[in-house]
């Protein structure tokens, strides 16, 4: 089995002394993990880094079987925010969100043109709402849609919390959440009550189901604000 494709470095661990196993969220073929040798070499190590886009040259003698990546580097994105801790962090929340919660070769343009997306919108003064509405898209796509336009007031307040009963368990839910905005004034205190509704979400949707242990990437995100 031969591919080729391009995709986001999603995560990697120590193999052998110069190998790694790395994970790769393609747009072809969804979630892969495969053996990269010299991955420990300083050329190669340098652009291994988690949310990097690479292009991947995939080979296996057994589907059943991990594969073997060469890997080029497309572009350089982490080291972009080196400087700023928030989009650092930011970057490693959601490739560890991606990296637990996507199933293993099963492609999802949807997701993986999402998370492209994102990563555009980083330099934008909104960044952070592009995040917590990435998150909100991402649980939906999962298969759980939260429903909020159902709750929607005509008493619009953007800087107001509410409370919400959702598949009961309750919440507490900023206001232009449930309206699909962006609020005029970025809101630090909205934007981590935003964070706490969708990491819940995630926790009682995906991660304590399924007894998975929750990204340190993303609490730490999250204390931030």
């Known amino acids: ?20 196993i790395i994970d790769v969220f393609t747009s072809k073929y969804g979630k892969m993990s495969g053996i ?33 990546f060469k890997t080029e580097l497309v572009e350089a994105i982490s080291p972009r925010y080196f400087n700023n801790k ?10 560890s969100i991606l990296n637990i919660l996507l199933p293993e070769s099963q492609p999802n343009k ?11 919108k ?10 917590v509405y990435w998150e909100l898209s991402l649980i939906k796509e999962l298969g759980f849609d939260t429903n909020l336009s159902l709750f929607e007031s005509t008493d619009y307040d953007e800087n107001k919390v509410v409370s919400l009963e959702i598949d009961g368990i309750m919440y507490k839910v900023p206001q232009f959440l449930i309206s699909n905005k962006f609020p005029k004034k970025i809101n630090l205190e909205l934007i981590k009550q935003a964070l706490i509704f969708t990491r819940l979400v995630m926790l009682n949707k995906f991660f304590l189901p399924n007894n998975v242990i929750f990204p340190k990437s993303r609490i730490v995100f999250e204390s931030y604000f």
């Open 122 to 131: 980083l330099d934008s003064h909104d960044w952070l709402l592009f995040y």
């Open 36 to 68: 990269v040798y010299g991955g420990n070499s300083r050329k190669i190590k340098n652009f291994l880094q988690t949310s990097n886009k690479i292009y991947i040259f995939y080979t296996a003698k057994n589907e059943n079987r991990i594969g073997y």
């Open 1 to 20: 089995m031969n591919w080729q494709d391009e995709g986001y470095l999603l995560g990697k661990r120590k193999f052998r002394d110069n190998a790694n």
């Open 110 to 120: 949807k997701i993986y043109h999402s998370l492209e997306n994102l990563i555009t």
């Open 86 to 95: 928030k989009k650092t962090s930011l970057l490693l929340s959601s490739v």
